[in-house]
């Protein structure tokens, strides 16, 4: 079975600190994910990374900055914590569809909820 | 730009009754079309997924869902619902490539005795 590992379930930080989500995959997959998601907008995309040292902005990048050093870890950056990032925080991971629309599921961690004080 | 509207933010329901969830995306290309589905406190997990070929889906744990492209829907349906069907169920459009899938803003279902 496919695993994607969130370092933490639970975090809470203060404002203005930096904060480092961590997420692993054991699938040798390509394409990483960041996604929030937040009652009543359901999952929104922060950042995704579709190689080693690839990234691109997803649609609420600002504040954040990610990390993809290697294939399986991919991090998530809050430079400096406030209070509107409070938030859950999902990882997912999925194959690059390089054959076709067959390999387009997407693998979710278990989430980490920030709460920012 | 894509976009997934999922009608009902909550849906009641008595055990044993049918039970669908409404799911409109808005493209002018061809999609591939995903139902996902969160237990408290967990992460998602894929329910079913159209990509191409038979219009009706089936997916896990009883459900089904059917893609209709002139009304760009994609329905999840259930005959009869458990308990343990609670939960909140996302609608999400994806155009392949890098998968980035685009999610509607979630329906929470809530199965009472």
């Known amino acids: 079975d496919v695993k994607v590992t969130q370092s933490s379930r639970y975090l809470v930080k203060r404002t203005g600190e930096k904060v480092f989500l961590e997420c692993v995959q054991d699938?040798?997959?390509?394409?990483m994910f960041w996604y929030r998601q937040d009652p009543g907008l359901g999952l929104r995309l922060i950042y995704f990374?579709?190689?080693?040292?690839?990234?691109e902005k997803g649609d609420i990048p600002e504040g954040y900055s990610v990390s993809r050093e290697k294939k399986e870890r991919f991090s998530l950056i809050l430079e400096s914590a406030s209070t509107n990032q409070t938030s859950m925080y999902l990882c997912?991971?999925?194959?690059?569809?390089?054959?076709?629309?067959?390999?387009?599921?997407?693998?979710f961690g278990q989430g980490t909820r920030l709460t920012v004080v | 730009a894509q976009s997934v509207t999922q009608l009902d933010s909550q849906v009641p329901v008595f055990e044993e009754a049918p039970v669908e969830l409404r799911c409109n995306y808005s493209s002018s290309v061809s999609v591939y079309l995903f139902w996902y589905v969160q237990y408290p406190n967990q992460g998602l997990q894929l329910l079913l997924k159209?990509?191409?070929?038979?219009?009706l889906v089936k997916g896990i744990n009883g459900f089904e869902a059917e893609f209709n492209k002139s009304q760009t829907s994609f329905h999840l349906r259930k005959p009869s619902v458990h308990i343990s069907d609670t939960a909140e169920y996302f609608c999400?459009?994806?155009?392949?490539?890098?998968?980035?899938?685009?999610f509607g803003a979630g329906t929470r279902l809530a199965v009472h005795p």
């Open positions: 699938m040798d997959h390509e394409n």
């Open positions: 990374s579709y190689d080693v040292k690839m990234k």
């Open positions: 159209y990509l191409s070929g038979s219009t």
């Open positions: 997912a991971s999925s194959l690059r569809s390089r054959a076709g629309p067959m390999n387009t599921e997407a693998f």
């Open positions: 999400a459009v994806s155009q392949g490539g890098y998968n980035k899938l685009i």
